[in-house]
């Protein structure tokens, strides 16, 4: 189990991974292959995996006693700077100035639970770009608090929160 914890964590190289727990590299890519997927059956059954398919995401939260107050906004992870040109235009975000792949997730404001994850996109993809693709079908009753990236963005949920530039900024 710790070995899959730590793979999943920090994404080592498999031949550090193999230096960590006392193997060689193949042994760490093979015990990587046969562990993730148990790993992941494991979390479905105990029901802590995000929902993946937007369009079931408003079913599986609307009993969900935390969803009420939840988080939506777009993370980027780094990825190998892709060799050709026109991969790397489409991964390079000048945001981050980084090479990245972007997810949006949403996330209940009280327990942190990630109770969405979006499909994976180029690290140029814009937050809102992503979220109007996805198409997530929202429970009513949520109250959803979004960041500048997703100005625009309007679901149909009960309140949207989004912060608004302060005076002090432009001074």
Do not use: C
């Amino acid at each position: 189990m710790l070995f899959a914890l730590v793979y999943q964590k920090s994404y080592p190289l498999q031949s550090f991974q193999g230096e960590l727990f006392g193997m060689a590299q193949s042994r760490a890519n093979e015990w990587v292959h046969r562990l993730l997927p148990i790993l992941k059956q494991a979390l479905d059954d105990i029901g802590v995996t995000p929902e993946r398919d937007p369009k079931k995401f408003k079913e599986k939260e609307e009993n969900q006693p935390d969803a009420s107050d939840s988080i939506i906004d777009g993370t980027e992870r780094r990825r190998q700077r892709p060799k050709k040109a026109e991969k790397q235009v489409l991964h390079y975000s000048g945001k981050k100035k980084i090479h990245s792949d972007k997810n949006v997730i949403i996330a209940t404001a009280k327990r942190k639970r990630i109770s969405f994850l979006s499909q994976t996109y180029p690290g140029k993809t814009h937050d809102k770009k992503v979220a109007d693709t996805e198409e997530i079908l929202y429970p009513e009753q949520i109250a959803l608090h979004k960041d500048t990236g997703f100005q625009g963005y309007e679901p149909k949920v009960q309140k949207l929160y989004q912060p608004k530039k302060s005076r002090a900024a432009k001074n």
